[in-house]
């Protein structure tokens, strides 16, 4: 069925030693979203050896270059993540930031590379209609959202994940569809396609006391670190009121608790996310929780500031596409090693957001080891993780525009992305922002609760 299997793979082969070398050169130096500038620097020289001329996006790291095929079609695009997480445990850290990539975003930048050596070669591209869009993409993993913070409020960012910032810089504006290929630490599949996974809302909570003296003067301060822990216990017993069909995750961290062991702490701070299926079960649980973090706040005389934004929306593969992604996936390995999957994932992406907006793409492919952002996770098996994800990718690229793109025109004509366009998106996104001072006081004890925007 799909004949040029073997030209895509000798497409890629020259290119293997050039993506095995990236895979351990931007492992050697993880960096977190929107501080990608080595991995940044890295991509743009290896793009512009193979004679791509990029569009930067300037004032965060990431970039995009179109192969043009020289014939009318579509545009899809192909892209590569270049943040790593946070994991100070594992015991090839960046011992200053406790960066890794214990996600495995280095074996895809390191497959991007092989995607845009193998389509210079004219015996795969001259069979091609439309345009590919090669994109270097930061910031996948939601961390640091304090960063972010910052980073929003000085206007060089207007979102947090790095994919929703390039959709409202315009960069898949003439995009008609996407896909990306995401590494897999599976051990029962070799290539993997995804039902859907959750959205997610992103919180910061800053909690606001008194400071005091605590040994001489406990009872003249008021304790935001323990209004903070009140609130974390509000939010566990919350949860037997989610129910399982909306798998609603939320999982606080504490990211200031206090400045000195003398001092009744004056300030706390969360970092949260509210996941779940959909985006009305992600508002209905964040409304309940932003009511325990305003109960805790007044329990103990505290005042809280709930800052809420769009994380990523769920994702919602395009059917079509993932059939062929399977059939593609079983003609490159065997049957038994490709795995459709029938559950639910509770992970969140910006993939997601992609995918609201048009026929998007998002399976995974074997090569690591270890539990995903854990201190064990490693790649094992570059040449899965690489060079079969390039080929995979590769082949799915040419099924796609073949023919005069036929494919890609029929996903899109049946395609049903949940926003009709970027624009409804973007409305979206700005009903759910909000920041909030959630607890008042009126001079005479008494306290007005405000948690809804």
């Known amino acids: 069925m799909f004949d040029f299997i073997e030209q895509v793979k000798k497409s890629v082969e020259p290119h293997h030693a050039m993506m095995r070398k990236a895979e351990r050169d931007i492992w050697a130096s993880p960096e977190t979203g929107f501080r990608e500038w080595k991995t940044n620097a890295y991509m743009k020289e290896r793009f512009e050896e193979l004679g791509y001329t990029l569009t930067m996006a300037g004032n965060i790291p990431g970039f995009y270059t179109d192969f043009d095929t020289g014939r009318p079609g579509p545009t899809v695009a192909v892209m590569g993540e270049l943040d790593s997480v946070l994991c100070a445990d594992h015991p090839e850290s960046d011992p200053e930031t406790g960066a890794v990539h214990a996600c495995g975003h280095n074996a895809q930048c390191a497959a991007l590379l092989g995607i845009a050596g193998a389509l210079k070669d004219p015996a795969l591209s001259e069979n091609l209609s439309g345009k590919i869009r090669l994109v270097a993409v930061p910031a996948e993993e939601l961390l640091e959202l304090g960063f972010r913070s910052e980073l929003k409020k000085k206007g060089i960012i207007h979102y947090f994940g790095g994919k929703v910032e390039f959709l409202y810089r315009g960069y898949f504006d003439d995009v008609d569809a996407a896909l990306m290929v995401h590494t897999s630490n599976s051990t029962n599949s070799l290539l993997g396609i995804p039902l859907g996974s959750n959205g997610c809302i992103s919180k910061t909570i800053t909690f606001t006391g008194k400071a005091a003296h605590a040994g001489g003067a406990p009872h003249e301060g008021i304790n935001a670190l323990y209004a903070a822990t009140l609130g974390i216990h509000a939010i566990n017993a919350l949860r037997e009121t989610f129910q399982d069909k909306d798998h609603i995750r939320v999982h606080p961290i504490l990211t200031v608790g206090g400045s000195a062991v003398n001092v009744i702490p004056g300030t706390a701070c ?127 690229l040419y099924a796609m525009l073949e023919n005069g793109a036929k494919r890609t025109e029929d996903i899109c004509k049946n395609a049903r992305p949940h926003y009709k366009s970027i624009k409804e998106y973007f409305e979206m996104t700005d009903i759910v922002e909000m920041e909030k001072e959630a607890v008042a006081y009126d001079g005479k004890g008494q306290a007005t609760l405000s948690w809804k925007k």
């Open 270 to 396: 969360l970092e949260s996310y509210v996941r779940g299926a959909s985006l009305e079960s992600i508002l209905a649980a964040n409304e309940k929780v932003n009511r325990a973090l305003a109960a805790s706040a007044a329990a103990m005389g505290a005042t809280v500031k709930l800052s809420d934004l769009m994380g990523y929306f769920p994702l919602h593969p395009d059917t079509n596409m993932s059939e062929l992604a399977r059939q593609i996936a079983c003609t490159l390995v065997d049957e038994k090693d490709v795995k459709v999957y029938t559950e639910w994932g509770t992970g969140s992406t910006d993939m997601g957001d992609i995918a609201s907006v048009m026929p998007a793409l998002h399976p995974y492919c074997a090569g690591a080891v270890g539990t995903s952002h854990g201190s064990d996770f490693y790649i094992k098996d570059p040449e899965g993780a690489v060079i079969r994800s390039a080929v995979f990718q590769v082949a799915i």
